[in-house]
Nanobody, 123 residues
Framework: VQLQASGGGLVQAGGSLRLSCAASGRALRMYTVGWFRQAPGKERDFVAANNWSGGSTNYADSLKGRFTISRDNAKSTMYLQMNSLKPEDTAVYYC?????????????????WGQGTLVTVSS
């Protein structure tokens, strides 16, 4: 499966963005999907994961309540809704797909990655 992330940009603190990740090659419904982010000079951190049906999710504790992962299998697209953004949310955001149902928060668990989309939150 190939993943293409989009929707990043510049937003003021307190604002919202919705990231999208379109899958091609194979149906997205076959995969657990996840979002990660990487700030300059830092490791890639887990944001959220969602199982094949969208019925089970896993979030980084620090992001619960502000970020929401979702998916539309009919469109083979996953989303990350980000609200109440803070400058510390500035990072490149990556979508990923995992052939297992684990909802893992480890990057190494994911088999396929999108190219990343930059989110910049200004203060």
């Amino acid at each position: 499966v190939q993943l293409q992330a989009s929707g990043g940009g510049l937003v003021q603190a307190g604002g919202s963005l919705r990231l999208s990740c379109a899958a091609s090659g194979r149906a997205l419904r076959m995969y657990t999907v996840g979002w990660f982010r990487q700030a300059p000079g830092k490791e890639r951190d887990f944001v959220a994961a969602n199982n094949w049906s969208g019925g089970s999710t896993n979030y980084a504790d620090s992001l619960k309540g502000r970020f929401t992962i979702s998916r539309d299998n009919a469109k083979s697209t996953m989303y990350l809704q980000m609200n109440s953004l803070k400058p510390e949310d500035t990072a490149v955001y990556y979508c990923a797909a995992d052939r297992s149902p684990r909802l893992s928060d480890y990057p190494s668990a994911y088999d396929y990655w999108g190219q990343g989309t930059l989110v910049t939150v200004s203060s």
